[in-house]
């Protein structure tokens, strides 16, 4: 990140050697971290200096993770969460997110997995802050306000989507593999499915070619996928 100060990371966990665990581990990975035990503490510690990230456990004794997460984002903080989830439920898991969480990691868990999942998530949002607005041939990308535009018209695409076109627009002309973009946009291995890269691929397809005389994302049998910029 050069030059940068450490990011700081929040951690939300009622039970102590939790708490301890991850600061120890965020820390030795390079962290700053801060650790607090329910959600009214979580909301007073973000007021007094937002984290860059915050990790939260959905089960605390005042409230539950979802509407800690709900409450930040209506007081605008708009910075990460990873939430904690004891029990492997995907309605909690897609509850979380749709609360506005960003990942999930299922209790128990290993401490490294944790920090991976840290990291990527910054990747994510801390190059979003360097440049906001992206180009590449016909299309605009704006990382802060989410709108893209193909010349004037503006599409409307869902979060997963987002993340793939913007990958696709940070290499432009470059053909990437599948396994490539699994890697950058779903971060963690979905079992190295590339069928869900060729079904979004697709999906973009369907709201940005109305737009252009010729498809942008080219497939190249074999190899992957290519967002043509040059004529």
């Given amino acids: 990140m050069g030059g940068m100060t450490a990011p700081r990371i929040l951690i939300v966990d009622d039970e102590p050697n939790i708490r301890d665990l991850l600061t120890t581990g965020l820390r030795f990975a390079g ?42 984002r209506e007081a605008g903080y708009t910075a990460p969460i990873l939430f904690l989830t004891a029990k492997d439920d995907t309605e909690d898991k897609i509850a979380g997110l749709n609360a506005g969480g960003d990942d999930y990691v299922t209790k128990p868990f290993a401490l490294d997995e944790i920090v991976a999942r840290i990291q990527a998530i910054l990747r994510r949002t801390m190059q979003a802050d360097e440049e906001s607005v992206i180009r590449a041939g016909e299309l605009t990308m704006d990382q802060d306000t989410h709108d893209v535009f193909v010349g004037d018209a503006a599409i409307d695409l869902s979060p997963t989507e987002f993340k793939l076109l913007r990958y696709l627009m940070l290499n432009p002309n470059r053909v990437l593999s599948k396994a490539q973009i699994l890697d950058h946009v779903w971060e963690y291995d979905f079992n190295g499915d590339a069928g869900i890269v060729e079904s979004y691929i697709s999906y973009l397809r369907r709201k940005i070619d109305p737009h252009t005389e010729e498809s942008l994302i080219q497939t190249k049998r074999g190899f992957g996928y290519m967002l043509k910029t040059a004529k």
């Fill in 31 to 72: 962290f700053q971290t801060r650790s607090v035990s329910n959600g009214a503490q979580t909301i007073s510690a973000v007021l007094e200096e937002e984290p860059d990230l915050i990790v939260l456990d959905v089960m605390l004794p005042d409230m539950n993770g979802f509407s800690v997460t709900k409450r930040l």
